[in-house]
């Protein structure tokens, strides 16, 4: 345990999305990062968006995701903090992954939550509640949270469910920008929001956030950076903390 002194944070793998070409590379990869960072990781931060869907059924698992799941195990058993906040695409994690894995699920209201970490002060979420989001997102995300319609939802079958969701999220993802960009209106929101978060509190070091599918790396303030953890689908780039610095960086 001695040389466990870094804390990590990454996000936006979406393991299962059928616009990836090669699921088991792609999980391999992740996998072999977890492991790699196993003798100096003291906690690691999974910022949302790890699976491209998930729904806890009380008696079904979704296949898929073994190697995955088992290092985390493993990293959990080895006493690894594990903390895996839900994103727009894993929204419905309960406590199927939290017992089973021996995880923390972390579901934060406002746009996420302020940690500390060896004593300096940390914003953490998935970032796509930060900053005011468009009326029709809004309703759309407040309609995925709705415990009625959850329970409305889990009485679906899941091979009806599963194929709906997994097209419902390769369509959104072709309708993107072939390279992901922020900019525009949900620049302005999020620098907004960036803005209030420090000035609500000055003793706030870090925002750190996914969702964008950007790395990013800039101030906001004089004491205050936004740290944007791009994506494990083409960028590869995480943040590590070993309690003096923090850094972006690519695998």
Sequence with gaps: MSGR?????????HLGASYITDPRAHEEALVAFLQSIEPTAKTVY??????????????VVPRGYVRFFGQLARMADSGIRIVWFT???????????????G?????PAGGG???EIDGVRFFLGHGDDLGRQPLGYRLLRRTF???????????????????FAHGWSSHSRKAAPPEPRLEGRA???????????????PALEYIVIGHHHVAVDEPVTASCRLI????????????????HEMRLQAR
């Excluded at 002194?5 to 793998?13: G, M, P, Q, V």
């Excluded at 994103?87 to 894995?101: A, K």
């Excluded at 949270?145 to 194929?163: D, N, V």
Aim: include cysteine.
């Design 5 to 13: 002194t870094c804390t990590y944070f990454l996000s936006d793998a």
């Design 103 to 107: 995880i923390e699920i972390a579901d």
């Design 46 to 59: 999974l910022l949302g968006d790890i699976l491209d869907y998930w729904f806890e059924y009380r008696t």
């Design 145 to 163: 949270r709705c415990r009625f319609l959850q329970k409305l939802y889990s009485g679906i079958h899941p091979r009806w469910t599963l194929p």
């Design 113 to 115: 939550m302020t940690v």
């Design 228 to 243: 944007i953890l791009g994506d494990w689908i083409k960028h590869r780039t995480y943040a590590v903390f070993d309690g």
């Design 87 to 101: 994103g727009n695409h894993d929204i419905w994690l309960f406590d199927y992954l939290r017992d089973e894995l």
């Design 187 to 201: 620049r302005t929101a999020l620098e907004v929001a960036c803005r209030e978060l420090a000035s609500a509190d």
